[in-house]
């Protein structure tokens, strides 16, 4: 009665008359609650109106203070807050046994071969995703393998 399936959606969309329902019960609430504390306020001197308005203030404002100060000052990591980290930079020379930096041929044809598989992937759908998820996993992939090739050239 107060909910409507949607064809393409198994989630269950309430009706607008249900939306109705709900908000005209809620405004009843609200405005039985200010008429009880209108009734309240209005027995009050005015000195004691002065007072609340003046608790009222230092609470709300205080604690709004406080929250900037404690936004500012904060140090530690929280949620909510992004937080920039450093990215590991590939390494330009392998280190091997002894001072030997340099890259074999069977090492740059492994190197060409790999690129080569890595740039198939991106002929097919399956390929593609998994392209991706590799690239968001390791983003300075390429890079490395483009860094090894010009050492590799350069030697």
Known sequence: MFFIKHKNENKLMPTASALQAIASRWVRCKKRIAAFLQVRFEQLSSRKKNVCLLIFCLLFGGSSALLVVNALNSKTKRAGTISIAESV????????????????????????????????LNKTKEGQTLLDSLLS?????????????????SQ
């Open 89 to 120: 930079k590939p390494q330009v020379f392998l280190k091997r046994s002894g001072s030997d930096s340099t890259i074999t041929k069977k090492e740059y044809d492994r190197i060409e071969r790999y690129k080569t598989d890595i740039l198939e």
């Open 137 to 153: 996993e390791r983003p300075e992939l390429m890079d490395s393998i483009a860094l090894l090739e010009n050492i590799y050239l």
